[in-house]
């Protein structure tokens, strides 16, 4: 559940939003919030609403009636976009659509050049992100020589050069390979470890499981909203949200049912810890 603790950076107060010649609307009655550091899935069905919240944070899209506050500012306010988008990030799911330059350090700094920041400041902030993300090395490179999983990278480091409080990821491993995906997988988590809020869209459940918080969408509504644990337990929520449970947990559950007293396992190693105790 959420922190309320912690700084809220974007709240969802009864938001609907409906797409121009739609009947349906793609998000129906949404209401809940992300607070600083979390790491919150957010899954469904394709069309169930998850891209578009993630643009209604961001003030891309704005509700049709509710409220989206984001970093404090009203999104439906049009001189507070600058401040919203500068403190939330997005990432999306093709990292060639996103490049705009052609060397690496170039693409980076797009983002600081239109804040009107000193050449210093960018180039602190370029030097830092690709440090963070572990390009450093591939600072003069051509974008378009990159792997897959290293473009996401420059994507996500042209999100950080911007200083933002929370990233979101729109499906942005799911156009990669194995190896590219686990390499944006760590600097993800890395990045969350380290204090910045993140909100992942993805239809991979092992994905979910780094998550320590999943909303779950059915046309536009949240049917649930906790921990991922608590989601894979009901087959019913799975399947309105057209989701299949990871092997590992089909196989916690099948050791459950030969007699062994197991909690709910994040990766291999902890079900294997549990079977040890």
Known sequence: MPDSSRAILTNFQDVVFKYKGEEAPAINGCSFFISEGEFVTLVGHNSSGKSTLAKLANGLLRPMSGGVVSMGLDTKVEANLVNIRKNIGLVFQN???????????????????????????????????????????????????????????????????????????????????????????????????????????????????????????????????????????????????????????????ELRELGYKLDTPRNPAQLVEGLCQ
């Not at 960018?122 to 020589?145: F, M, Q, W």
């Not at 998550?211 to 969408?217: G, P, Q, T």
């Open 95 to 253: 990292p060639d659509n996103q490049t705009v330059a052609t060397l690496v350090e170039d693409d980076v700094a797009f983002g600081p050049e239109n804040l009107n920041l000193t050449s210093e400041e960018i180039r602190e902030r370029v030097d830092s992100a690709l440090t963070t993300v572990g390009l450093s090395d591939r600072k003069k490179h051509p974008v378009a020589n990159l792997s897959g999983g290293q473009k996401q990278l420059v994507a996500i480091a042209g999100v950080l050069a911007l200083r933002p409080k929370l990233i979101i990821l729109d499906e942005a491993t799911s156009l990669l390979d194995p190896k590219g995906r686990r390499q944006v997988l760590k600097r993800i988590t890395e990045l969350n470890n380290s204090g910045y809020a993140i909100i992942m869209i993805t239809h991979r459940m092992e994905e979910v499981l780094l998550s320590n918080r999943s909303i779950a969408l059915e046309k536009g509504k949240i049917i649930f909203d906790g921990k991922p644990e608590e989601l894979f337990a009901s087959r019913d929520l799975l399947t309105r949200a057209g989701l299949e449970p990871p092997a590992l947990m089909d196989l916690t559950n």
